[in-house]
C-alpha cells in the first residue's frame, strides 16, 4: 500500500507562489497515476492536475491552467504542484493521491484513485 505525505502549504499573498510536494512511499511512482485535488470549506474536492504514470501526459482544471504544473521525480519519488499568480480563490486544502495504472492516461475523477494523503492548506490572501 502506498503512503503519500504532502507538505508545501502555507500563507501567501495574492500574486505569489508555492512548491507543494508529495513523497510517496511503499512503491515507486513509475507504477501510479498521480493527482493533485483541493477542497474549499463547504464545495465539493475539485481536481487541479493530474499525470500519467509515465509521466508523459498532464492534464489541469480551467481555472489553473497556465498557472499551476504538476511534474514528477522519479528518483526522489515525488510529485509536485508548481502554484503561481495564486488568487484567494485558490484558498483550499490540497490532496494528493494515487492510483496504480499500467495506462498511459491521467485521471480526473476523485473516484478515480485509491490513494490520498492527509492534505496540506494553501491561504492566498488578499
Known amino acids: 500500500q502506498v503512503q503519500l505525505v504532502e507538505s508545501g502549504g502555507g500563507l501567501v499573498q495574492v500574486g505569489g507562489s508555492l512548491r507543494l510536494s508529495c513523497a510517496v512511499s511503499?512503491?515507486?511512482?513509475?507504477?501510479?497515476?498521480m493527482g493533485w485535488f483541493r477542497q474549499a470549506p463547504g464545495k465539493e474536492r475539485e481536481l487541479v492536475a493530474a499525470?500519467?504514470?509515465?509521466?508523459?501526459?498532464?492534464g489541469y482544471a480551467d481555472p489553473v491552467k497556465g498557472r499551476f504544473f504538476i511534474s514528477r521525480d522519479i528518483a526522489k519519488n515525488t510529485v509536485s504542484l508548481q502554484t503561481n499568480s495564486l488568487k484567494p480563490e485558490d484558498t483550499a486544502v490540497y490532496y494528493c493521491?494515487?492510483?496504480?495504472?499500467?495506462?498511459?492516461?491521467?485521471?480526473?475523477?476523485?473516484?478515480?484513485?485509491?490513494?490520498w494523503g492527509q492534505g496540506t492548506q494553501v491561504t492566498v490572501s488578499s
Open positions: 511503499g512503491d515507486a511512482i513509475s507504477a501510479y497515476a
Open positions: 499525470i500519467s504514470s509515465n509521466g508523459a501526459n498532464t
Open positions: 493521491a494515487a492510483k496504480r495504472s499500467v495506462h498511459y492516461g491521467y485521471f480526473t475523477q476523485v473516484t478515480s484513485y485509491d490513494t
